[in-house]
């Protein structure tokens, strides 16, 4: 039923007026969000084209671009978020952003220090979002992103070059950063999904499960650098992980965002381990 509403010329009821403006703000608010999802696939795209063609203003423009927009979503979103979630979903953005502007400048060591500072300050604040939510480590979540995390150091370490210690240093705390995020993105028990920890979780069609897709799939492109930048030598293969890395970072972006929204503004009712898409330990 529509909503009716008292016409003082008329003096009667009509429900028209209320569906033509409840309509109207649906398509307004759709066809923004079309406009949204189209500009960042264009920074994304672009960001892939500057890198398969060497276009380097190309790259130094879209390359810290891209996620900064999901940030304007989320705060043009923000009804959907508590105040405090929004500043810390946000800032995390940014941080990524800042990550991003150091990252793509060039691969001198004080960049990657900077980038990777910036980058592990996103991971802290998503970090928080998810225990401010109810996320917790757990011996099976932490089990898996422990095991990446002593495989990265150790490779980092074997790969040490001489005089550059301080990047090593720094990329083995960022990437204990990215394993306790990675940890607390795969408990649903605070949005109710299930009540059983498991050390992965299958993405489906409930969002909420997609900030820890996300979470994975920022684990795995983050891998893929680190593989490129220590073992890759070939030409063509450090070029195809380069087009995996930013394809897969930005996808890895997307999910966290929508992941966060759809656990902010829906209200799901508990379900079992197999509806959440729990993968079993």
């Not at 220090?113 to 011996?139: C, D, E, K, N, W």
């Not at 050390?199 to 997609?210: G, M, N």
């Not at 920022?218 to 394809?247: E, G, K, N, P, Y």
Request: proline letters at 5%; a positive charge.
């Amino acid at each position: 039923m529509g909503v009716l509403m008292w016409s003082p010329l008329c003096g009667c009821r009509s429900g028209r007026p209320a569906r033509r403006g409840y309509g109207m703000g649906r398509q307004v608010r759709h066809v923004r969000r079309v406009f949204e999802e189209g500009v960042f696939q264009v920074a994304v795209w672009g960001e892939v084209w500057a890198a398969l063609t060497g276009n380097r203003p190309l790259q130094l423009l879209t390359k810290p671009v891209a996620v900064p927009l999901l940030a304007f979503k989320a705060h043009r979103r923000r009804s959907e978020l508590e105040p405090a979630e929004r500043r810390l979903l946000v800032a995390g953005l940014v941080a990524a952003g800042v990550g991003d502007y150091y990252m793509s400048r060039s691969d001198e060591d004080s960049q990657i220090i900077r980038g990777a500072t910036a980058f592990g300050a996103m991971q802290l604040l998503y970090a928080a979002l998810m225990m401010r939510r109810g996320s917790r480590p757990h011996v099976r979540t932490a089990a898996l992103p422990l095991a990446a995390w002593v495989a990265a150091a150790s490779l980092l370490a074997a790969r040490r070059e001489a005089g550059r210690s301080r990047v090593p240093a720094v990329l083995t705390v960022y990437a204990a950063s990215l394993a306790h995020m990675l940890t607390l993105a795969q408990d649903l028990r605070p949005e109710r999904l299930s009540e059983v920890v498991s050390a992965l979780v299958r993405p489906t069609r409930d969002r909420r499960t997609w900030l820890s897709a996300g979470a994975l799939l920022f684990a795995v492109s983050d891998t893929a650098i680190l593989l490129r930048r220590t073992l890759l030598t070939d030409a063509r293969a450090r070029a195809a992980a380069q087009m995996f890395v930013l394809t897969s970072y930005n996808a890895a972006q997307w999910l966290i965002v929508e992941g966060f929204l759809a656990q902010a503004s829906t209200g799901a009712p508990r379900v079992s381990a197999r509806g959440a898409g729990v993968l079993p330990h």
